[in-house]
């Protein structure tokens, strides 16, 4: 039998087993639907990187918004650096604004034309097959490690499923072809905290109750950009504002690390299941750690001392904090001040909460969302941003 669509069925059974409401199932639907087409049209395969051209302008590294890449790490440093890494990510500039496609082709042409890295032995090279050509995904060192999202959700959502436990998303899935980011919440492991809500007016208006619920972040890339990860996640019912606990023992990743292939070496679907399983497994222990007493009594504690910290001068604090610690640009920086004035509290966790409800725009990348929310986890626990001139 096909094997993506054998996956594919498996987790529409675990789909149809979740309590969840019929908009959740949906979107989970899609999300296996879109796993399992990938899967389908994937070939990985060592060679020499020789037996590539790369051709700028019929952008076969990449088809996304008009912007190609070719997977060298690290980013914005050119080709010298590929030679030295193990996995290479590099990400190209878009040739369609800036007119370099020969240049480009030629930078790139000229690494995997290069005696040191065919030397070296062969790459992994991640592709999609479109008929006879491949289009390239991201190329690696031969002991890459492969952890697919096809088996890594369907092993996640076999075990919310076997929870018994009411899930729900808590924002749109956030996929591109660099990441994926599923971000689920348990509606019925909540604590009210009408105090500490008491001042704030949601951006949008009150969808929920004045209740925060705690459930997790799945996390993986395919091409090597993050490592495969499940990390706690908290969200204010009131208004979906949720954000991710990013820091250190907080959280369990598994990077992409395996053992040396040789040239011709091609993935099982077998291969590519066991990386996943115990990455998965991560999500039942999860579960239990969240469902222990104390684990959100002790967030809104935290949340509940911010909020006797009022802020002086909002404006030019919240703009400052926004292009100093959250490292955003003056625009961003301002939306993120105007979405404080909006929620009326004049609080740092009315700040904490401006932050998180503008990583809710979904026009920004999967990316840069995590990272605030990500950051929003920190100024509740690290209160290093919030200087004495800040707070009255």
């Not at 008929?131 to 088996?151: F, K, M, N, Q, W």
């Not at 076997?162 to 998303?169: D, H, N, Q, T």
Request: hydrophobic fraction near 35%; include cysteine.
């Amino acid at each position: 039998m096909n094997k993506p669509l054998e996956m594919y069925q498996k987790m529409e059974r675990s789909i149809d087993q979740l309590q969840a409401s019929p908009e959740t199932q949906g979107f989970l639907l899609n999300v296996a639907k879109h796993a399992a087409f990938r899967e389908a049209i994937k070939h990985d395969e060592v060679m020499k990187p020789n037996q590539w051209e790369f051709d700028a302008e019929q952008e076969l590294f990449g088809i996304r918004n008009n912007q190609g890449f070719l997977s060298l790490k690290p980013q914005k440093k050119f080709i010298s650096d590929m030679r030295q890494l193990t996995h290479i990510h590099y990400t190209v500039w878009d040739w369609h604004s800036q007119n370099n496609k020969s240049n480009l082709e030629s930078l790139v042409n000229g690494a995997l034309q290069s005696k040191t890295l065919n030397q070296n032995g062969g790459r992994l090279f991640r592709t999609y097959l479109n008929g006879e050509d491949r289009i390239a995904r991201s190329i690696h060192s031969p002991s890459y490690g492969l952890i697919d999202d096809l088996y890594l959700i369907d092993h996640t959502l076999e075990a919310l499923a076997e929870s018994g436990r009411l899930v729900k998303l808590a924002e749109t899935p956030g996929i591109n072809e660099s990441v994926t980011h599923l971000k689920f919440i348990f509606p019925d492991m909540k604590s009210r905290a009408n105090e500490l809500l008491r001042k704030y007016k949601p951006v949008g208006g009150d969808i929920g109750d004045r209740s925060v619920a705690v459930g997790f972040m799945l996390g993986n890339s395919e091409v090597g950009s993050a490592a495969a990860s499940v990390y706690p996640l908290v969200q204010v019912l009131l208004c979906t504002n949720g954000m991710v606990g990013t820091r250190s023992g907080q959280a369990f990743k598994k990077s992409h690390r395996g053992s040396k292939r040789d040239l011709g070496f091609q993935w099982s679907h077998r291969t590519r299941e066991a990386g996943s399983k115990f990455a998965a497994s991560q999500v039942r222990d999860r579960l239990e750690a969240l469902a222990s007493p104390g684990y959100l009594s002790s967030i809104i504690e935290k949340w509940g001392g911010l909020s006797e910290a009022e802020i002086v001068k909002p404006t030019a604090t919240v703009m400052d904090i926004g292009q100093k610690f959250l490292e955003l640009s003056e625009e961003n920086a301002t939306t993120v001040s105007e979405h404080f004035l909006k929620g009326q509290d004049p609080s740092a966790f009315g700040i904490i909460q401006a932050v998180t409800s503008f990583a809710r725009d979904e026009s920004l990348s999967p990316e840069k969302r995590f990272d605030l929310q990500g950051k929003a986890w920190d100024m509740t626990f690290n209160h290093d941003w919030l200087k004495k001139s800040y707070i009255a």
